[in-house]
């Protein structure tokens, strides 16, 4: 692995997608129910709330993780078009995150007395897939540490 192949938005969205991979573990929505005096609360991850989006995004981060490590490892293909892949990810993964911060995933009607909620968990991963598609977004701007493109560093003037 050499990070000097990797640019700054190669390192974002590398940790955005581990970020979004650690928040599918984390509470994203809680149930708290008041009857009678009596209540009890309890709390889901993503895996345990949504039902086929939660896949979508682990395997989201998953690649989101493996291309960034493919760069530093130097074994992407350079016709890959990797930036642009990463903000499509990226992009996606907020429109599923914000999806579910609209419309909390519930069975049938809800008694006045049970309260939902959302927890930090959905909230961590809306960061962290805005982060895989600013990384991606960002990578297509930049060129790693080290290396010459024609376009943004021309070449010495002859003869020095």
């Known amino acids: 692995m050499d990070t000097s192949r990797l640019t700054t938005g190669d390192i974002i969205a590398g940790v955005g997608g581990i970020v979004l991979l650690i928040s599918l573990f984390l509470p994203w929505y809680g149930v708290s129910v008041d009857v009678a005096g009596f209540s009890a609360s309890e709390s889901g991850s993503g895996w345990e709330a949504l039902g086929f989006i939660d896949i979508l ?3 989201i981060a998953i690649a989101a993780i ?3 490590a493919a760069r530093a490892a130097g ?3 350079a016709d890959l078009p990797a930036p642009v892949i990463l903000l499509g990810l990226g992009a996606l993964a907020v429109l599923l995150v914000l999806f579910r911060i609209i419309d909390i995933p519930v069975d049938g009607d809800i008694p006045d007395e049970v309260d939902l909620s959302r927890k930090a ?4 991963a809306l960061i962290a897939s805005a982060a895989v598609a600013y990384g991606g977004w960002r ?3 930049e060129t790693p540490a080290g290396r010459r493109t024609p376009a943004t560093d021309p070449p010495p003037p002859a003869g020095v």
């Open 139 to 141: 990578t297509n701007t």
């Open 121 to 124: 968990g959905i909230f961590i």
């Open 57 to 59: 995004l682990f395997l």
């Open 66 to 68: 493996g291309i960034v």
């Open 75 to 77: 074994v992407l293909p």
